[in-house]
């Protein structure tokens, strides 16, 4: 049974830090591309970041690019994203997605709220 649990999330105020955790299980995990998307009310779905399945290449997009970092340990079947430098504009909720690298199959996660007040 594949499973993806995000944790991590909650209340920061601007100008902090969160670091989220994504838990994988039922799939081998280094042979899946790990990736951390967000979606705000009203909005679609956006990717956040990306990694490569043995950790090496990563991506992210421009409005979170110097602030987060996706990182991800094969040996624990997890995958990390460290927020720092938190705007309003990052209040969300954040997915856990894992693509295969060779082949078609994804899962996502449940998600896990962040969100950035004063």
């Known amino acids: 049974q594949v499973q993806l649990v995000e944790s991590g999330g909650g209340l920061v105020q601007p100008g902090g830090s969160l670091r989220l955790s994504c838990a994988a299980s039922?799939?081998?995990?280094?042979?899946?591309?790990m990736s951390w998307y967000r979606q705000s009310p009203g909005k679609e779905r956006e990717l956040v970041a990306g990694?490569?399945?043995?950790?090496?290449?990563?991506n992210y997009a421009d409005s979170v690019k110097g602030r987060f970092t996706i990182s991800r340990d094969n040996s624990k079947n997890t995958v990390y994203l460290q927020m720092n430098s938190l705007k309003a504009e990052d209040t969300a909720m954040y997915y856990c997605?894992?693509?295969?690298?060779?082949?078609?199959?994804?899962?996502w996660g449940q998600g896990t709220q962040v969100t950035v007040s004063s």
């Open positions: 997605k894992a693509s295969q690298t060779y082949g078609i199959r994804s899962y």
């Open positions: 039922g799939f081998t995990f280094s042979m899946y591309a």
């Open positions: 990694i490569a399945g043995a950790g090496g290449s990563t």
